[in-house]
């Protein structure tokens, strides 16, 4: 038995073949946002995507010149671009919080004491505890991933950047999209407007009371309040990009509104190998020199050049034994 349930888009009158998990999706003919009781959705947004498959060639070169310095990557195959269409909701709010608790401190107090001759001075260490009643208010976008458990690449490193450009959303046009980027695949979202909304007040409460924690050593009472101002369902174009390099498979993810790259891994070769293997023999050597000749004069300066050499090595044959690097 087929679990796709069958739609008709009350937008197009489109027919549509829908997942049973998915919670809002995209008619195809339209691209109308449709909620899971077939209503439509309107406050739909997307973050425009300015790039085309060269651009996202001379981006890869780019990424893999800097920061393959000193690997010696040479002949790199693209294999696979896939630019694809994230979900996230966005859940705007006004926030406020009161919260009462107490800091504890040790304050250091001098004092003179007795007279004459005998005068001295005392240092005393003194634990203070300040009342603290603060409030925070203010205006959130709190983004939230669109999908549960995603395993797609770069997807939970997205949400942080999208928080910074959801001012540079506009409001979602099929036929521009269809005219301009026709290839980009939609991700419907499995988290439902009413979970959206949820999950917003639970990050809110709990990022607040995290901050009255920090400005507290123990706090007595945090009361918080939200006034929900919108919630956007919002897409973000993401190119996904697989490279081969001597028969190893490496990942990218690039945000098509800017061009940043959002996570990216980078082979880790032979070259860089040796490079790293010298650094952490030429700094046990060095700090075997220096132990040497002061040594005997200053005890301290073998403890130190062993710290410091078991520091420089330690992230060094890191460095040399790891598979990929991962850049983000």
Request: hydrophobic share 35%; aromatic share 12%.
């Amino acid at each position: 038995m087929s679990l796709v349930k069958e739609y008709q888009c009350p937008h197009c009158n489109a027919p549509l073949d829908i997942n049973p998990e998915d919670a809002i999706f995209n008619c195809e003919s339209c691209g109308q946002a449709i909620l899971a009781d077939g209503s439509e959705f309107d406050d739909h947004y997307i973050l425009r995507n300015t790039l085309n498959r060269t651009q996202i060639h001379d981006i890869v070169k780019g990424f893999i010149k800097k920061k393959g310095f000193m690997r010696g990557i040479r002949g790199y195959k693209i294999t696979n671009i896939t630019p694809t269409l994230m979900p996230f909701w966005v859940v705007t709010s006004d926030a406020y919080t009161h919260y009462v608790g107490y800091l504890r401190y040790t304050e250091t107090k001098t004092r003179t004491v007795g007279s004459g001759k005998n005068t001295r001075t005392v240092t005393e260490h003194v634990t203070v505890y300040r009342p603290i009643d603060q409030e925070i208010r203010e205006k959130r976008a709190d983004v939230l991933l669109g999908r549960r458990g995603s395993s797609i690449y770069g997807y939970n490193q997205v949400k942080n950047i999208v928080r910074s450009e959801f001012s540079n959303a506009v409001p979602f046009n099929h036929d521009q999209l269809v005219a301009t980027d026709k290839e980009f695949e939609y991700l419907s979202s499995e988290i439902t407007l009413d979970a959206a909304n949820q999950l917003g007040k639970t990050v809110v409460f709990d990022d607040h009371r995290s901050r009255a924690e920090r400005a507290c050593t123990k706090v007595f009472d945090c009361a918080t309040q939200i006034t929900f101002s919108g919630t956007y369902f919002l897409h973000a174009p993401v190119w996904q990009v697989e490279y081969e390099f001597k028969d190893e498979t490496y990942r990218m993810a690039i945000l098509g509104s800017s061009g940043r790259i959002i996570i990216g891994e980078i082979p880790v070769t032979t070259t860089y190998r040796m490079i790293f293997l010298t650094l952490t023999f030429l700094t046990l050597g060095v700090a075997g020199v220096v132990s040497y000749f002061f040594g005997q004069t200053e005890v301290y300066v073998p403890i130190i050049a062993g710290v410091v050499a078991a520091v420089i090595g330690f992230f060094t044959l890191k460095n040399t034994f790891k598979p990929k690097s991962v850049v983000d």
